[in-house]
């Protein structure tokens, strides 16, 4: 696959951010979830969906979410 080829990363901030205190998160090719700071978006934490998924449901269901 050629970059022009590859499809657009589209990166969602959390609904908590604010002025420009941003959370982001987006689903890769690889089934895998990239996390960053949108301060400083070249560092990236990634997480398989399995582990994400998990870690937000906990974090909503102790009312962080």
Do not use: Y
Request: hydrophobic share 40%.
């Amino acid at each position: 696959m050629v970059a022009s080829e590859q499809p657009e990363i589209i990166w969602r901030r959390s609904s908590r951010s604010i002025e420009g205190n941003c959370v982001e998160a987006t689903l890769t090719l690889g089934e895998v979830v990239a996390v960053r700071d949108s301060k400083d978006p070249s560092v990236q934490l990634r997480f398989a969906t399995g582990p994400w998924s998990a870690f937000l449901g906990r974090v909503r269901a102790d009312g962080f979410g």
